[in-house]
Each structure stands twice: as structure tokens, then as C-alpha cells.
């Protein structure tokens, strides 16, 4: 149950809570839409960076979301391998980098070094890179949103 007065209707909790601030809600949608639907960056490579942010934020509505669009995407064993990436062999050099460049973008963001930057722009574009910092952004801010408002949606949400 959400921590603050929520709209009535059927909509998720989430859905409602965004209509407090309709302006506000917009942007957060937006923001949201774009990291979806503008992102140039591969699925498997988003998925692997949202769900290890999902699993240090704790969220459990990121957590049991699936994108079940693209059939190249990340496997029910990768997602709940993601804890342990390092021992999953099926990551890709690539994914490897996205995934800790989310662990350290939200836990030790100060310290991705001159060998973690060599790393990615071995694997990645400066453009993708930025890429991959706003969908990083966007996922740790809203999704502990979602968490200190304890805002959820009440089934898995496959995109």
C-alpha cells in the first residue's frame, strides 16, 4: 500500500501516484518511454543493467518485470543470475560492462577509473556509453521512487 493518498480508481498504484503531479507524471513517463523506446543500445544489454539496479534498489516492481519483446533477449536464467553475473558465462563482453556499470553507477559511482572507462570504450560508443548512464539514471531514480513511496503494480509487466 502506498505511503501517501492515492487517487481512487483501478489503475496501478504507480499509475496513481504519477497522477498526483500530472506535469510530473508526464516527465516521469516520458523519461520512461524514451529509455524503452529511444535507447539504441541492444535489449540484452538494458536488460542486463535494469535488473542489477533492480536488485540493489530493491524493487520488486522492476524486479518482476520481463522484456518479452525482442526473443534475443535475456534468458529467465539470466534474470535471476544477475546477482552473480560474474560466474554467468553467457554474458556477453559487452553486457559484462553494462552490468557493472550499473552495479558502480549506483554504488561507487566516484570510482569508475581510467581501466573501467579503457573497458567500455572497448565495447561501447561514447554515444551508447551516455546512453547507458540516462537508462542507469533513470532506473536507480525511479525505481527508488517507487520504493520509498512503496508503489507497486499488481502483476508482472512484460514489455
Do not use: K
Not at 480508481?9 to 508526464?26: F, T
Not at 543493467?49 to 534498489?57: K, L, S, V
Not at 546512453?131 to 536507480?140: D, M, N, R
Request: with cysteine; charged share 25%; net charge negative.
Amino acid at each position: 500500500m502506498a505511503r501517501v493518498d492515492l487517487p481512487d480508481g483501478n489503475d496501478d498504484e504507480l499509475i496513481r501516484l504519477y497522477s498526483l503531479s500530472p506535469a510530473m507524471g508526464a516527465a516521469a513517463g516520458n523519461f520512461t518511454a524514451a529509455v524503452y523506446g529511444d535507447s539504441v543500445l541492444p535489449t540484452r544489454v538494458r536488460e542486463a543493467a535494469r535488473i542489477r539496479i533492480a536488485e540493489i534498489n530493491q524493487c520488486p516492481v522492476c524486479l518482476d518485470t520481463r522484456t518479452t519483446s525482442d526473443p534475443n533477449g535475456l534468458t529467465e536464467a539470466e534474470y535471476v543470475g544477475i546477482t552473480d553475473w560474474r560466474a554467468v558465462d553467457t554474458f556477453s563482453p559487452q553486457e559484462r560492462i553494462a552490468i557493472e556499470f550499473a552495479e558502480r553507477f549506483c554504488t561507487d559511482h566516484l570510482n569508475l577509473d581510467d581501466d573501467f572507462w579503457s573497458r567500455a570504450r572497448d565495447s561501447f560508443s561514447d554515444a551508447e556509453l551516455f546512453e547507458l548512464g540516462v537508462c542507469c539514471a533513470s532506473w536507480l531514480g525511479l525505481g527508488r521512487m517507487t520504493q520509498v513511496f512503496d508503489a507497486g503494480v499488481s502483476c508482472r509487466i512484460e514489455l
